[in-house]
């Protein structure tokens, strides 16, 4: 009688389970949408790209997509916000398994269709900062807050060696922000020109030539041919 029961109750179990919706957790189902978003910002521009648009790659209806994201600015803060934070993840994370600065920055080069998205995105992000201050803050945050965990990695470099003592950390920073995001914008226009090898290649020849200790970067500089 008692394994009649049990029996039974395990039926009503499996049968409820079919019955009762899944539970969507809330803030998993926001990430799954801005992937979306990124790929077809990469695919569409970010202009084009319309809340309907992203309702129909999800599979979803506008409706269900406007309750995670009222406004199309507030799906685009949250796109940018999750790429931003998966590439910080990344950089963290390669600096505690002990790699070095260039395998670290690494981790930022568009290389994969997935890291590509993120450049689009974030490139798609930057051009409507200048006509709307919310993202705009928003870009200057995340300028900020990159240029600030580039010094930390540059200051853990020195500590090993890998960076010249002497080399101001904020300086080196800069130089590579403007290094990376340049080497992006090439990568995003032709990426069939730039494999991931020769991406690594042409960052590691900036991080050694602007790490290198001030004097030998003034004696590396080209001399100024003389007129006459």
């Not at 070095?100 to 997935?114: D, F, Q, Y």
């Not at 950390?169 to 914008?185: D, R, S």
Request: net charge positive.
């Amino acid at each position: 009688m008692a394994g009649r029961s049990a029996a039974a109750q395990a039926g009503f179990s499996a049968m409820m389970e079919e019955r009762v919706p899944r539970i969507v957790d809330h803030d998993e189902r926001r990430r799954e949408i801005a992937i979306l978003v990124e790929d077809l910002v990469a695919e569409l521009g970010v202009e084009a790209v319309t809340i309907r648009d992203v309702a129909a790659r999800a599979g979803l209806s506008t409706a269900v997509v406007s309750h995670y994201f009222r406004t199309k600015q507030e799906m685009f803060l949250f796109t940018y916000a999750q790429a931003r934070r998966r590439a910080t993840e990344r950089l963290l994370a390669a600096s505690r398994a002990g790699k070095g600065l260039v395998a670290c920055l690494s981790e930022l080069l568009p290389t994969t269709r997935r890291r590509l998205a993120e450049w689009h995105a974030w490139f798609g992000f930057w051009g409507m900062a200048v006509a709307d201050p919310v993202i705009g803050r928003e870009r200057l945050t995340g300028t900020t807050e990159a240029h600030q965990l580039f010094v930390q990695l540059i200051r853990e470099a020195q500590r090993r060696g890998e960076v010249a003592a002497g080399v101001d950390a904020a300086w080196l920073a800069t130089h590579l922000q403007v290094t990376i995001n340049g080497l992006a914008t090439l990568v995003t226009l032709v990426p069939e020109d730039w494999p991931a090898e020769r991406q690594a290649a042409e960052l590691r020849h900036h991080i050694e030539r602007l790490s290198a200790p001030p004097l030998r970067r003034q004696r590396s500089r080209p001399r100024a041919r003389k007129r006459g």
